[in-house]
């Protein structure tokens, strides 16, 4: 492959034992600040797209940033996966298991019309917890999700192949 994304690993930083020790973090706010790491970022994760997308969804709160800005790139709008109890209209809500408890995510329940073709977004997959969540919950509300864009995964958590395991195409640029 003529490029392996090493000009966008390079700029994202590791921060060893946050939030916990022995966790190495992986933080893109090293990324968003670099104006060419950014343009680069969104280019590639919309070169992945396949077909015609109608609407990007962006996991709140770091894939608000990268969701909306490939929304511009793909001409779609951007539909907000918030935690539970931002949202001000009527919401459909779906909870996923965390290291110890649970969380809750929701969207507008008006936010997309059946059938529409959602791009779910974020900045990264660990667990895949949230994303599956959040895929649960665009199905529910009717659309159809059948890809997904991350900046980065880890894989030995396994999320990008339990998200494979309910049908999305998962892209992510850095592993
Ligand atoms: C992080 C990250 C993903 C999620 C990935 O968000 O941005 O949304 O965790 O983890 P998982 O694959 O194990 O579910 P976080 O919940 O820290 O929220 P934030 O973006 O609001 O900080
Ligand atoms: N970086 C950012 N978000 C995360 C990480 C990480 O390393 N692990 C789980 N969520």
């Keep these: 492959m ?5 000009d966008i690993r390079r700029r994202i930083r590791t921060i060893p034992d946050f939030p916990k020790p022995g966790i190495l973090f992986r933080d893109i706010t090293t990324l968003l600040l670099d104006a060419e790491g950014l343009r680069l970022t969104i280019e590639r994760m919309a070169e992945k797209v396949e077909g015609k997308i109608d609407l990007v969804a962006g996991i709140e709160a770091r894939g608000f940033l990268f969701g909306a800005a490939l929304a511009v790139k793909l001409g779609t ?28 995510i929701a969207i507008h329940a008006d936010a997309c ?5 959602v791009l779910l977004v974020d900045d990264l997959i660990a667990t895949g917890g949230t994303a599956r969540a959040a895929v649960r919950l665009l199905r529910k509300a009717g659309a159809e999700v059948t890809q997904a864009a991350f900046v980065v995964d880890l894989p030995e958590l396994g999320g990008a192949d339990a998200l494979r395991g309910e049908g999305i195409a998962v892209n992510a640029l850095v592993a």
Excluded: C, M, Q, S
């Design 2 to 6: 003529a490029n392996d994304n090493d």
């Design 77 to 104: 709008g951007v539909l907000l996966i918030r935690k539970d109890g931002k949202l001000p209209g009527a919401t459909i809500a779906e909870d996923y298991a965390l290291e110890y408890g649970t969380d809750r």
């Design 113 to 117: 019309a059946p059938g529409a073709r």
